[in-house]
């Protein structure tokens, strides 16, 4: 079925939230298609976003013709790792002929196949010819980490920084991650931090204090409107951020222009002031402004709320970037800003996954 990316469900801009990763009955979730979109609706997100393991299917018992807004997405699954793609027209036969040979779309794919390091520069290069958003999935939690070292991580227009927190490993993989954008961010690369639960079941399957729940994480992104197309260009801008529960506000003033996340000031002549404020934080923890991966200033939550001001000495900082992360007291991420970028932006000549996977080598934060 054909859904439109052009259709506007509120033509109003504003921030607009959804969950970047869940799964259906048409590969291996426990809702069907129109379950899923009603627990989108309960949890009171703002679209639903399937993105189910080599498979469109779920787009055809989602009816282009509802009230709310869906955005057709598939995970490609490989043994060299996951990643999602969006802003397809749904489960079309021009969709299914740009993922050809490599997966069948009508199939479920519970072992997925493996691709040589060739054949998958291909099939990424053949999906950025399509002008589709390509998002690296839980890039470092085994068993599904990213493999394939060769890879140009430069290709992909988005990072999961939060995946499934009522997964074990994911304690540990989920910090590592947002270090390690880090470190993608400190290399020149503007990569759109965003979250996904990953949604599969709302049953634990050890610990029942850990039932996993749409939209946690979810992510923010603005738009000028409530339409696919407007959200995969928020997407690409890195006009985003991704919570846990808090709200979060960032922006920067410098030489008489304000900046919101994604936006670059190109050479500040004057200090770049920066205001963040969090509120609706349930956990203990503290706000924390970072350039270039250094902790520059923090406070603690109280009442789950923090407002900080911050002056950004040019002189000091003569090119990089500037976020706000609401961090728990456990190092969980409990909110990411995506960066203000200030100053020249140097790059580098090569930016395989291999370079990165040196976890000695992240910043602290």
Same mark, same amino acid.
């Given at each position: 079925?054909?859904?439109?990316?052009?259709?506007?469900?509120?033509?109003?801009?504003?921030?607009?939230?959804?969950?970047?990763?869940?799964?259906?009955?048409?590969?291996?979730?426990?809702?069907?298609?129109? =379950?899923?979109?009603?627990?989108?609706?309960?949890?009171?997100?703002?679209?639903?976003?399937?993105?189910?393991?080599?498979?469109?299917?779920?787009? =055809?018992?989602?009816?282009?013709?509802?009230?709310?807004?869906?955005?057709?997405?598939?995970?490609?699954?490989?043994?060299?790792?996951?990643?999602?793609?969006?802003?397809?027209?749904?489960?079309?036969?021009?969709?299914?002929?740009?993922?050809?040979?490599?997966?069948?779309?009508?199939?479920?794919?519970?072992?997925?196949?493996?691709?040589?390091?060739?054949?998958?520069?291909?099939?990424?290069?053949?999906?950025?010819?399509?002008?589709?958003?390509?998002?690296?999935?839980?890039?470092?939690?085994?068993?599904?980490?990213?493999?394939?070292?060769?890879?140009?991580?430069?290709?992909?227009?988005?990072?999961?920084?939060?995946?499934?927190?009522?997964?074990? =490993?994911?304690?540990?993989?989920?910090?590592?991650?947002?270090?390690?954008?880090?470190?993608?961010?400190?290399?020149?690369?503007?990569?759109?931090?965003?979250?996904?639960?990953?949604?599969?079941?709302?049953?634990?399957?050890?610990?029942?204090?850990?039932?996993?729940?749409?939209?946690?994480?979810?992510?923010?992104?603005?738009?000028?409107?409530?339409?696919?197309?407007?959200?995969?260009?928020?997407?690409?801008?890195?006009?985003?951020?991704?919570?846990?529960?808090?709200?979060?506000?960032?922006?920067?003033?410098?030489?008489?222009?304000?900046?919101?996340?994604?936006?670059?000031?190109?050479?500040?002549?004057?200090?770049?002031?920066?205001?963040?404020?969090?509120?609706?934080?349930?956990?203990?923890?503290?706000?924390?402004?970072?350039?270039?991966?250094?902790?520059?200033?923090?406070?603690?939550?109280?009442?789950?709320?923090?407002?900080?001001?911050?002056?950004?000495?040019?002189?000091?900082?003569?090119?990089?970037?500037?976020?706000?992360?609401?961090?728990? =007291?456990?190092?969980?991420?409990?909110?990411?800003?995506?960066?203000?970028?200030?100053?020249?932006?140097?790059?580098?000549?090569?930016?395989?996954?291999?370079?990165?996977?040196?976890?000695?080598?992240?910043?602290?934060?």
């Amino acid at each position: 079925m054909i859904h439109s990316l052009t259709k506007a469900f509120n033509p109003q801009p504003g921030w607009y939230c959804s969950d970047f990763h869940a799964h259906t009955t048409c590969s291996d979730g426990f809702y069907s298609p129109p =379950d899923l979109r009603l627990t989108a609706v309960n949890e009171k997100l703002d679209f639903l976003t399937v993105t189910d393991h080599n498979n469109l299917r779920a787009m =055809d018992f989602l009816d282009a013709g509802l009230p709310s807004m869906v955005l057709p997405g598939v995970e490609v699954t490989l043994t060299e790792g996951h990643f999602n793609v969006f802003g397809m027209e749904g489960n079309a036969a021009e969709t299914r002929e740009i993922f050809q040979p490599w997966l069948d779309m009508m199939k479920l794919t519970r072992n997925p196949s493996s691709l040589k390091h060739d054949d998958l520069e291909n099939l990424i290069q053949r999906l950025i010819q399509a002008d589709l958003v390509l998002s690296i999935n839980h890039p470092l939690l085994a068993p599904w980490e990213w493999r394939d070292a060769l890879t140009d991580v430069s290709c992909f227009h988005c990072i999961e920084l939060i995946n499934d927190p009522t997964f074990f =490993d994911n304690y540990k993989s989920n910090p590592l991650t947002r270090r390690m954008w880090s470190a993608w961010l400190n290399a020149g690369l503007r990569v759109t931090g965003i979250g996904g639960s990953d949604f599969h079941t709302p049953e634990p399957s050890n610990d029942r204090s850990r039932a996993a729940r749409l939209g946690q994480p979810s992510t923010y992104v603005y738009a000028h409107e409530l339409s696919g197309q407007a959200i995969l260009e928020g997407l690409r801008a890195g006009r985003a951020y991704t919570t846990m529960g808090p709200s979060i506000e960032f922006w920067a003033e410098c030489d008489g222009a304000k900046f919101q996340m994604g936006d670059e000031i190109p050479s500040p002549s004057d200090r770049v002031r920066c205001y963040a404020r969090a509120s609706g934080a349930t956990a203990t923890g503290r706000a924390c402004i970072v350039a270039n991966g250094n902790l520059v200033q923090e406070i603690r939550l109280e009442a789950g709320r923090a407002e900080i001001e911050f002056v950004l000495n040019p002189e000091k900082y003569q090119s990089g970037w500037i976020r706000f992360d609401v961090i728990g =007291d456990d190092d969980q991420s409990l909110a990411l800003s995506n960066p203000i970028y200030f100053g020249a932006r140097q790059l580098q000549n090569e930016y395989n996954f291999g370079k990165f996977l040196d976890i000695a080598v992240y910043p602290k934060y």
